[in-house]
């Protein structure tokens, strides 16, 4: 039987590794992002060998008749919506003292409300075609497990994902949804390269000593890759992670342990 996925932040980074990876396996993409010009991009790069479809839908995930509206033509549009990957989210280089109201709003808005909206509709929806094997994944982040200086909102804003996934995974049990997050560490995209070039300055250094620093506290000695990241997901969707829900994934090269 056919199945659907529905990848938020979908046009770069995790998201488009994430989507590149259901394709391979033959599941059909409803790609998510709000900036347009890379949602389109993303689409015609990213190509199935098994002819799975992929297709863009431009949507603020901050605005609940945006995210309504298209959940309910992608649950049209392709053939049985089984898995739903939260990958939206931006971050925010500040120290407390200096974070305006109005950052900790945008950046909340889209890294937990989004995941809220588009995981209550997504499950409304499963719920009402009683699907077999619905999944969500929400990507998290290590920041949520450790607090981050100079990336405090983004770490509350990530901890928050880590209370509703359970919250989720709790509540949605019983429909046989699963719900997981995945909790990254230093990922090789470039949103990790805005952090290096902002958050550097923060703290007196350039963006390769900031880089180099960090690197260094983490025993594998490198960043995660997005495909490995992918591949997570992949396991996370999979039949053997049936029992898997309401828990959080670290994927960080030890960085976690010290």
Request: charged share 20%.
């Amino acid at each position: 039987m056919k199945v659907s996925a529905l990848v938020t932040g979908g046009a770069g980074g995790i998201g488009r590794a994430v989507a590149q990876r259901f394709l391979s396996q033959g599941t059909g993409v409803a790609l998510v992002d709000v900036a347009m010009r890379e949602l389109e991009e993303a689409t015609h790069a990213l190509a199935s060998p098994l002819g799975a479809k992929v297709k863009p839908y431009q949507v603020d995930v901050r605005e609940g008749q945006q995210v309504c509206g298209c959940v309910e033509r992608v649950f049209s549009e392709f053939e049985n919506l089984t898995f739903l990957v939260n990958c939206a989210g931006i971050s925010t280089s500040s120290m407390i003292v200096d974070v305006a109201e109005s950052e900790w709003d945008r950046v909340f808005a889209i890294n937990t409300r989004g995941v809220f909206l588009f995981s209550r509709e997504v499950a409304r929806g499963m719920i009402k075609r009683k699907t077999t094997g619905g999944r969500i994944v929400n990507i998290s982040s290590q920041a949520s497990k450790i607090g981050e200086l100079g990336n405090g909102v983004y770490s509350a804003s990530k901890a928050a994902v880590n209370s509703l996934t359970q919250v989720m995974g709790l509540e949605l049990a019983q429909h046989g949804i699963a719900v997981t997050a995945i909790c990254p560490g230093y990922v090789d995209t470039e949103m990790m390269r805005k952090v290096f070039r902002e958050r550097g300055p923060i703290e007196g250094m350039t963006p390769q000593q900031y880089e180099q620093r960090l690197l260094s506290n983490v025993p594998s000695g490198r960043m995660v890759k997005p495909d490995e990241i992918a591949a997570l997901v992949s396991y996370l969707c999979s039949p053997e992670a049936e029992l898997l829900t309401g828990v959080t994934v670290t994927i960080a090269g030890g960085k976690t342990l010290i």
